[in-house]
């Protein structure tokens, strides 16, 4: 008899889910952001470059809000262009939206 396999392939979460995710984060921390500032990945790391150079301890708050811990970050910063920070962050804040509209929708259905 053959065991089943039970793990259910989720599909990619689509960009609107991802950046509902993020930014209910940013409204958490007071932020007043709309969902259609992102219309696409750029747009965030221009986002993230922004906040960066004018207040880095809000970058520092949704960080820690989302759960992406500062070494987790000092590791992909250290193995990775200097230039590309907002994209490093910008890619983390996405592999963690990513993550938790996942289990999300694991322990839903």
Same mark, same amino acid.
């Given at each position: 008899m053959q065991k089943e396999n039970?793990?259910?392939a989720l599909a990619?979460?689509?960009?609107?889910?991802i950046v509902r995710d993020f930014s209910k984060d940013m409204i958490l921390l007071?932020?007043?952001?709309?969902?259609e500032?992102?219309?696409n990945q %750029?747009?965030?790391v221009a986002f +993230?470059?922004?906040?960066?150079?004018?207040?880095?301890s809000m970058l520092v708050e949704l960080l820690y809000r989302m759960n992406i811990s500062e070494?987790?970050?000092?590791?992909?910063?250290?193995n990775a262009n200097k230039d590309n920070f907002a994209g490093i962050y910008c890619q983390?804040?996405? %592999?963690?939206?990513?993550?938790? +509209?996942?289990?999300?929708?694991?322990?839903?259905?």
């Open positions: 039970h793990n259910i990619q979460p689509q960009w609107i889910e007071g932020w007043k952001v709309n969902i500032l992102f219309p %750029e747009s965030l +993230i470059h922004d906040m960066f150079l004018k207040d880095r070494n987790e970050m000092g590791q992909a910063l250290t983390k804040i996405i %592999e963690r939206s990513v993550q938790r +509209i996942e289990l999300r929708k694991r322990f839903s259905s």
